[in-house]
């Protein structure tokens, strides 16, 4: 792997490794990696310990929710809850929230490796609350499975049964409601599905990823009460998706940046919040730059995205700086950046390669610039 400058203007990008952590989170890793840890071991008794209990501790205090089990990502989070409380029997899910969870691995999919049936029920473009309560009498399911359609958003004249509702028909009829939220917030200044929110609401537990909207590494957290989280730690899957002790490490450092009520608590924060003149100021520098070393460049107003199935439809307000290299097909010049070292990706719109700085982080101007050179230069000797 090589470090590369996210110039795409999406925030949490996927193929770029999601949340970036930053220097104080990356500092104390290195302190602390470095040596032993007493991973699963308790000082005080001497014995062998729980490597998740002090996670667990920090969960708890910031979600409201009784325990917390933590997996190495939300897919093997839900896998292993569903394993543990329907395999072997039905699950109820709306047909529009049987969401991709990365590339073709869907919804379905985990529901049938956790050797659970799944039952859909209703159409993509809605499901009446009638609806929804016959399929339940007929199918008698033992969950019901809501999923936060995190990644995209289904415009309709029809409805679909809130979340509320569906708690109260499983409530009714003593079926357990579990909710996938994805993406994972816990500070509810986002406008996303806030995980405090679904504390004390009659769900039997929520999923969700420590990247993306926490900020932290890639991991899956459950959270629920504490005879869920114990029957669900006794799987065996539980043992195959834990999480190392890296990952336990940097989502340690990342709640407790939370739990100290930092302005940011993440360098994701940092990004999602700068203000628009300062990422105006940034890209006027890069476009100067650019211009001085003999490129066509353009300041233009942009759009960024959140990103990593984050808010799809929210526009995150931005700048770019756009080359018009008409001498030059754009693949080559995207393909340039790139390869050049620092790698810069770049994003391409209008025919026109552009260097959104929605992404940059402090101190990658500079970097940027001196890929530029290097990529102009290898232009010009090709001539």
Known sequence: ??????????????????????????????????GYLDLEF?????????????????????????????????????????????????????????????????????VEMSQASLFPVGAMDGCSLDELRKAVDEIKPELILKTHTSNYRIETMSSFPLLKESIEIGRERNIQVIYDIGSGQITGDI?????????????????????????????????????????????????AV????????????????????????????ELIYRNINDRKKIAEKIAVSFQEIGFKATLVESIGRLGSGALPMHDLPSFAVALDEKDYPIEKVARL??????????????????????????????SIISSAIKVKRILEEKE
């Open 1 to 34: 792997m090589r470090k590369v400058i996210n110039a795409t203007g999406v925030i949490l990008h996927t193929g770029l490794g999601r949340a970036p952590l930053g220097k104080d989170i990356i500092e104390k890793l290195s302190d602390m990696a470095s």
């Open 42 to 110: 308790n000082l005080d008794t001497g014995e062998r310990g729980e490597r998740q209990e002090e996670l667990e501790n920090r969960i708890t205090r910031l979600t409201g929710f009784e325990s917390a089990a933590i997996f190495n990502n939300n897919a093997g989070a839900l896998l292993a809850l569903i394993s543990t409380l329907a395999r072997g029997k039905k699950v109820l899910a709306l047909r529009s929230e049987l969401v991709a969870i990365g590339g073709s691995f869907r919804v379905p999919e985990v």
């Open 191 to 239: 406008p996303e599905e806030c995980i405090k929110n679904l504390s004390g609401i009659g769900l039997s537990a929520v999923c969700f990823s420590g990247d993306k909207l926490l900020g932290g590494p890639q991991c899956g957290i459950i959270v629920a009460d504490k005879y869920i989280i114990s029957r669900v730690r006794k799987n065996p899957i539980a043992r």
């Open 242 to 269: 834990r999480i190392d002790k890296i990952t336990a490490l940097l989502l340690g450092f990342t709640l407790d940046n939370y739990l100290s009520f930092k302005k940011y608590p993440t360098l994701s924060h």
């Open 337 to 366: 950046f790139r390869l050049s070292d620092p790698s810069v990706i770049g994003r391409k719109s209008k025919g026109l390669f552009e260097i959104d700085v929605a992404a940059i982080i402090d101190g990658e101007v500079e």
